[in-house]
C-alpha cells in the first residue's frame, strides 16, 4: 500500500545526505532535528523515510525491519489542545500500521486506542498511548520514530507538557522511540528553554541541515512535469532554471512549470520567474521566515555578525558572503531595497494581536514569552521599566516569580533583541537603562 505515494517513485538516491543523516540518529535510539528554509522539500523528506521502499532498503539496511516510521503533519493541528495533539499522533501511529499491512500490531494498538478513547479522559487516553508503546517497542522490538512535519506551525500552541509527555514515552521505549522534528529554524531559536527542558537532552545539537539543491530530486521532478504535460524541458534551459533558482525545491520546480507555459521554451529570465505569482509567493515565504537583522544583511549585503552570516550560510541562502539564490537577489531588490528603512518600524496591532517590524510578521516568531516581553515594551514605549514590572509580566502566570534571576531576564531581553535588532549587541529599540531597568523605542 506504501507504494502507491507519490514519495514511493522517488529514486533511491535522492536526499541521500538528510536521510543520512537522520538514519545515524534514530538508529542509535537518538531524535534529531531535520532544518531548512520555506519550500526545501523538509515534507518530502520525511515522506521518502515512510513511503520510499528503495531508499529505506540503502539507507537502513537491517534496521528496516526493526523500525517503524510515523508521519504526523503539525499544520493540521496547529491550534488544537495538548489532549487533541496526544490523540491526533495515537491516531497516526494505528493508521501508519494499517498502510504498512502489520494487521496483528494495527489491531493490537487499535483496540488499545478505541478502548481509552471511550473514557473521554485525557489522562487514561494517555494511559493508552504508553499502553501501545510498551507493546510496539518491548514485546514487538520495534523502534518507532515518529516524524513531526511542519512542527514550527505548532510552536506558538506547544506546552512544557507536550515535551514532558514525550520524554515519558520515549523513557518507556528506550532506545526504540525516537522523534525527528521538521522545523524551518533549531528549536533553541524558536521555544522558550524552560518550555523544551524535558527533552532538551534528546534533541540539542542534533541537527540535520537539509541542502538548498539536491540533483537526483530535481532530475525526478523535471521527469514528472514533463511527463504530465507531454512537453520536453531542453537542457540548456533546465541549466539557466537551476541556476536561477539555486536548485531550491520548490522555487526549481515551480520554475519548470513556468517555463513550459512559454510559447517557445528556450530561455528564461529572472523578470520573467518574477512575474509569476507562485514563484513571488514561494520566494514571500523565504523572505517572512527570515529575522529583520538577517533581512538587513541581505539588503546591505554586509553580513559583519557572525552568528547571522553563519545562520544565512548553514540555511544555504549565502556562501562566501553571496546570496546562492539570484532569484531571491532580484525579488529583494524588487521588491524591498526602495523601502529597506521601513524595516525600522515595530508596531502592535490590537486588532490581530501581531507585531510587525515593517513587512515582518515578528509575532510569529516569537516564543510566548517574548512576545508578552515585547508587547508589554511596546505598549510602554519611551518609560523606564524595571526587571520586578517585567518579570510580574512575563512569568506572571507562574505559582512564584521568586525564583526568577535577573540572568534569565537578561537571556530573555537578549532573545527578543536577536530578533528585532539589525545588532543586538548593538540595540537601537530595546535597550538597557543602567541601575534602572529597560526602555524601548519602536
Same mark, same amino acid.
Given at each position: 500500500?506504501?507504494?502507491?505515494?507519490?514519495?514511493?517513485?522517488?529514486?533511491?538516491?535522492?536526499? #541521500?545526505?538528510?536521510?543520512?543523516?537522520?538514519?545515524?540518529?534514530?538508529?542509535?535510539?537518538? $531524535?534529531?532535528?531535520?532544518?531548512?528554509?520555506?519550500?526545501?522539500? @523538509?515534507?518530502t523528506v520525511l515522506e521518502l523515510l515512510v513511503y520510499n521502499k528503495k531508499l529505506r532498503q540503502k539507507h537502513l539496511g537491517a534496521f528496516q525491519d526493526a523500525s517503524h516510521f510515523v508521519l504526523v503533519d503539525f499544520s493540521e493541528i496547529r491550534n488544537r489542545s495538548l489532549s487533541d495533539v496526544m490523540k491526533y499522533l495515537f491516531l497516526n501511529l494505528t493508521e501508519s500500521l494499517r498502510e504498512r499491512g502489520m494487521k496483528e500490531e494495527n489491531q493490537a494498538?487499535?483496540?488499545?486506542?478505541?478502548?481509552?478513547? #471511550?473514557?473521554?479522559?485525557?489522562?487514561?487516553?494517555?494511559?493508552?498511548?504508553?499502553?501501545a508503546v510498551d507493546y510496539l517497542t518491548l514485546e514487538k522490538k520495534l523502534a518507532i520514530i515518529f516524524l513531526f512535519d511542519r512542527f514550527e506551525e505548532y510552536v506558538p500552541a506547544v506546552t512544557a507538557d507536550f515535551f514532558a509527555n514525550l520524554r515519558i514515552l520515549r523513557n518507556r521505549g528506550k532506545y526504540r522511540f525516537s522523534?525527528? &522534528? $521538521?522545523?524551518? @529554524?533549531? /528549536?533553541?531559536?524558536?521555544?522558550?528553554?524552560?518550555?523544551?527542558?524535558?527533552?532538551?537532552?534528546?534533541?540539542?545539537?542534533?541537527i540535520v541541515r537539509t541542502k538548498l539543491y539536491d540533483k537526483p530530486s530535481s532530475a525526478f521532478w523535471r521527469m514528472h512535469i514533463e511527463k504530465i504535460t507531454h512537453m520536453r524541458l531542453p537542457e540548456?534551459?533546465?541549466? %539557466?532554471?537551476?541556476?536561477?533558482?539555486?536548485?531550491?525545491? #520548490?522555487?526549481?520546480? /515551480? +520554475? &519548470?512549470?513556468?517555463?513550459?507555459?512559454?510559447?517557445?521554451? @528556450?530561455?528564461?529570465s529572472k523578470t520573467f520567474l518574477l512575474t509569476q505569482k507562485t514563484v513571488r509567493k514561494s520566494l514571500d %515565504?523565504?523572505?517572512?521566515?527570515?529575522?529583520? +537583522?538577517?533581512?538587513?544583511?541581505?539588503?546591505?549585503? #554586509?553580513?559583519?555578525?557572525?552568528?547571522?552570516? $553563519?545562520?544565512?550560510?548553514q540555511a544555504g541562502l549565502i556562501k562566501n558572503k553571496q546570496i546562492q539564490i539570484p532569484l531571491f537577489t532580484a525579488y529583494i531588490a524588487s521588491e524591498y531595497q526602495d523601502t529597506a528603512r521601513s524595516l525600522q518600524k515595530i508596531i502592535y496591532d490590537e486588532h490581530t494581536n501581531a507585531i510587525r517590524k515593517g513587512t515582518v510578521a515578528l509575532s510569529d516568531q516569537l516564543t510566548s514569552?517574548?512576545? @508578552?516581553?515585547?508587547?508589554?515594551?511596546?505598549?510602554?514605549?519611551?518609560?523606564?521599566?524595571e526587571r520586578e514590572e517585567l518579570i510580574a509580566v512575563v512569568w506572571g502566570d507562574n505559582k512564584s516569580t521568586a525564583g526568577i534571576t535577573d540572568q534569565a531576564v537578561d537571556q530573555l531581553i537578549f532573545r527578543v533583541r536577536r530578533k528585532i535588532e539589525e545588532d543586538a549587541n548593538r540595540p537601537v529599540h530595546l535597550q538597557t537603562v543602567k541601575g534602572r531597568g529597560f526602555t524601548f523605542t519602536s
Open positions: 500500500m506504501l507504494e502507491e505515494y507519490f514519495a514511493a517513485q522517488f529514486p533511491k538516491d535522492a536526499r #541521500k545526505e538528510e536521510i543520512s543523516g537522520i538514519v545515524s540518529y534514530i538508529q542509535h535510539g537518538n $531524535s534529531c532535528q531535520l532544518v531548512g528554509i520555506p519550500g526545501i522539500n @523538509r515534507s494498538v487499535g483496540n488499545i486506542f478505541r478502548e481509552h478513547l #471511550k473514557f473521554h479522559d485525557e489522562f487514561l487516553l494517555f494511559q493508552g498511548f504508553k499502553e522523534v525527528v &522534528f $521538521s522545523v524551518n @529554524r533549531p /528549536l533553541d531559536d524558536i521555544l522558550d528553554p524552560v518550555l523544551l527542558a524535558d527533552y532538551y537532552e534528546f534533541v540539542a545539537g542534533k540548456q534551459l533546465v541549466k %539557466e532554471i537551476i541556476q536561477l533558482t539555486g536548485g531550491h525545491g #520548490k522555487l526549481t520546480k /515551480l +520554475a &519548470f512549470e513556468a517555463a513550459l507555459t512559454q510559447k517557445e521554451a @528556450r530561455g528564461i %515565504e523565504i523572505w517572512q521566515s527570515l529575522s529583520p +537583522a538577517e533581512q538587513a544583511d541581505l539588503l546591505e549585503g #554586509k553580513f559583519e555578525d557572525e552568528t547571522i552570516a $553563519s545562520y544565512l550560510e514569552s517574548e512576545y @508578552r516581553l515585547l508587547k508589554y515594551v511596546l505598549q510602554n514605549e519611551g518609560r523606564v521599566i
